[in-house]
C-alpha cells in the first residue's frame, strides 16, 4: 500500500512539473553570488608629468563601487552587515602592475609650494593612496548619500612597477564581510595620462580610429621664410614693415606739427622722435629647417 502511494506521489510530482514547464512556470532559482560593480568617474585623468614649475592637474584618480546582494538587492548599509570594500593593484593580461608611485613623479616634492601642504609619498591631496609596494589592500569610504563606495584622487601615474608606460593600469576591488572573508572582487581600468594634450590621440593623422566621418581636417602651417623668432616673440615680415610705417608715418606728424605752429613758437626746434633699432636675428632660410 505504501509503494502505490509513494509511486502516485512521484507521478503527480513529475505531472505538475511537466505542466509547469508547458505552462511557463518557472522552477526556483539558484542562490545568486554576490556581485561588486566598479567603474572610473572620468574617461581619461591627466596629471603633469613635471611640478616643477608649476602645475595644471595633480595625480588625482577617483573610482567608484556599488555592492549587490545574493537576493539582487544594493547594499546600502555595509556598516551595519560588517561589509568593507577595497582596492589593491592587479596585473594586466600583459604582466603590467601598477601599486606605487614612489620614484615615477616630482610631485611630492613640489607639493608643499603647490597645494599648501606636505603629503606622504604615494598619498593623493584628497587622503587615499597608492596600495605602495606590498600592494596593501586599502580601503574605500562608503557616500551613503550616493549609495556607494569612494576612492578619492588616488595619485596613480601612468608608469607600471617595471617603468614602463601603461595608460590603463588595473586595479582590483574586493569586497569582504565581517570576517575577512572574500564575498566578490572585480578589475577596473584607472585611466591616466601625463600627456596633458589631445592631440597625441586627435590629432589629424594620429590616430586612425580618432578619424571623423567626414575626414581629417588641418590647418596649413606659414611659411619659415615668413617667420623669424625673436626677443621671445614671432615677428613676421608683415609686423616688420608695419612697424617702418609707423615710424615713418610719427615723423611726418611731428614736421607737420612743427610747420602748422604759431610764429612766437616757431623758434622751438622740432624732431621727429628717436626710436630705438629693434635689433633682431635675419630670417632663417627653409632649408635650415628641414
Not at 509547469?20 to 560593480?37: D, I, K, R, S
Not at 577595497?86 to 620614484?103: H, K, L, M, Q, W
Request: hydrophobic content about 40%; aromatic content about 6%.
Amino acid at each position: 500500500m505504501r509503494t502505490r502511494q509513494t509511486t502516485r506521489g512521484a507521478l503527480l510530482g513529475i505531472a505538475v512539473l511537466m505542466v509547469g514547464a508547458v505552462c511557463g512556470f518557472a522552477a526556483p532559482a539558484a542562490a545568486q553570488e554576490w556581485t561588486l560593480v566598479g567603474w572610473n568617474n572620468l574617461g581619461m585623468h591627466c596629471m603633469d608629468a613635471d611640478f616643477s614649475l608649476f602645475a595644471i592637474l595633480p595625480p588625482f584618480n577617483t573610482f567608484h563601487a556599488q555592492l549587490i546582494d545574493p537576493q539582487g538587492r544594493l547594499v546600502g548599509d555595509p556598516a551595519a552587515a560588517g561589509i568593507t570594500v577595497t582596492y589593491e593593484g592587479v596585473a594586466d593580461p600583459d604582466g603590467s602592475r601598477n601599486t606605487t608611485s614612489i620614484g615615477k613623479t616630482n610631485f611630492w616634492r613640489y607639493a608643499p609650494g603647490l597645494f599648501g601642504t606636505a603629503l606622504p609619498e604615494n598619498a593623493g591631496v584628497a587622503g587615499f593612496a597608492m596600495p605602495g609596494p606590498g600592494n596593501a589592500a586599502l580601503p574605500m569610504r562608503y557616500d551613503a548619500a550616493s549609495g556607494w563606495f569612494i576612492a578619492e584622487g588616488v595619485p596613480i601615474t601612468p608608469y607600471d612597477d617595471a617603468g614602463r608606460k601603461n595608460y590603463y593600469p588595473l586595479m582590483r576591488l574586493v569586497a569582504r564581510d565581517r570576517n575577512g572573508v572574500v564575498l566578490t572582487h572585480t578589475d577596473i581600468v584607472l585611466p591616466v595620462s601625463d600627456e596633458l594634450s589631445c592631440k597625441g590621440c586627435h590629432g589629424s593623422g594620429s590616430d586612425a580610429a580618432a578619424r571623423p566621418a567626414s575626414g581629417w581636417a588641418s590647418t596649413p602651417m606659414r611659411s619659415a621664410t615668413s617667420a623669424s623668432t625673436c626677443c621671445n616673440c614671432t615677428t613676421t615680415a608683415t609686423s616688420a614693415r608695419r612697424a617702418t610705417r609707423t615710424r615713418s608715418r610719427s615723423a611726418a606728424t611731428v614736421r607737420s606739427a612743427c610747420s602748422r605752429a604759431p610764429r612766437r613758437t616757431s623758434r622751438r626746434r622740432c624732431a621727429p622722435p628717436v626710436m630705438p633699432p629693434r635689433r633682431c636675428p635675419a630670417v632663417a632660410s627653409p632649408a635650415s629647417h628641414r
